[in-house]
């Protein structure tokens, strides 16, 4: 089989590096013209994931029309904020003889929607489309390293997904099958917002303690919102869920538990964001979480609280204080 990979960003490349590594003929897009050029002269993208050199199975495109044609599967690993537009782009150069995985960790704004979501609507006036959605604790430059990494591919044709499941999985890079689309994509949004409030903590010297209790409710932050948006609970104790959120609360490659640090510090969102090459998803899912939680009707603390430092100015240290002072209650009682 023959893939695309539409995003030229950290994640995007890492993950073409990967299926060039398997022999998979893949066509990179990227959208900036400079790195389009550095990536032809140099075959590296020193600008999102310097030092790694692309095999030969993997060629470079900055026109959508010829990074999706005559390919098999396609990779969508672009920032939430972008989805829509990009997405529009492509649709007219699709087929529904291609297999569709959107890579994108985030919730759309404004509509609230899950990237899946997004693609069906943008896509079925074209035609109907097969997809997924890849999720789990995958750093971009660990893949990139051929570290031992486990993901979940999620999509509800379960049958169809053990295609892919087989094309991407190696010795090295481990990949599940699940039909919770729903959970799998939500899982790995909100992860971003509990990792700001670990930057945060660990930013102001809390310890330990405290990230392990924002790991723990934050799993249960994100189960009811989960289960009553149509997911399943095990989705949240499995790689998407409680896998991707210890990574990303704990790990030093994470952009979001940088932003929380930063913010920590006192800085703000804008001197946080111009200082930073790549996206922070948590950044713009902490809205839509903060949305969808008012509309669902579910309690998310953690998340608020997120939001509130975010959106409203609130004083860090004043946040976690207020999770800490909140009225006590049984661990299993509903929020």
Known sequence: ???????????????????????????????EQDVYEEAL????NRTFLPDYVF??????????????????????????????????QLGPHLSSNQMIVSLTKGIEENSLKRMSEVMEEIFSPFFTPWIAALSGPSFAKEVAEGHPTAVVLASRKESQVKKIQHLISSPVFR????????????????????????????????????????????????????????????????LAGIGDLVLTCTGKLSRNHFVGAEMGKGKSISEI???????????????????????????????????????????????????????????????
């Not at 539409?6 to 995007?12: A, K, Q």
């Not at 199975?57 to 989805?83: G, N, R, W, Y």
């Not at 922070?280 to 509130?308: D, F, N, R």
């Open 1 to 31: 089989m023959k893939a695309s990979v539409i995003g030229g960003g950290t994640w995007g490349s890492a993950f073409a590096l990967h299926l060039g590594r398997l022999n998979i003929q893949t066509k990179l897009w990227i959208r």
């Open 41 to 44: 002269r140099h075959k590296e």
């Open 55 to 88: 095999p030969e199975t993997v060629s470079f495109f900055h026109s959508h029309e010829e990074a999706l044609a005559s390919t098999d599967i396609v990779f969508i690993a672009v920032p939430s904020k972008f989805c829509r537009q990009i997405y529009q």
């Open 175 to 238: 990949t599940y099958t699940t039909s919770d689309i729903v959970g799998v994509e939500l899982a790995g949004a909100i992860k971003n917002v509990i990792a700001i409030a670990a930057g945060i903590s660990d930013s102001l010297q809390f310890g330990s303690n405290s990230v392990a209790a924002l790991v723990t409710r934050g799993i249960a932050e994100m189960t009811r919102l989960g289960l009553k948006l149509g997911a399943r609970m095990e989705t949240f104790a499995g």
């Open 273 to 335: 964001v111009s200082s930073m090459k790549m996206v922070a998803e948590g950044i713009t899912t902490t809205l839509s979480v903060h949305q969808l939680a008012q509309k669902a009707k579910v309690e998310m603390p953690i998340c608020e609280q997120v939001y509130q430092v975010l959106y409203e100015n609130k004083d860090p240290r004043k946040a976690l204080e207020n999770l800490m002072t909140r009225k006590l209650k049984s661990e299993y009682q509903k929020e």
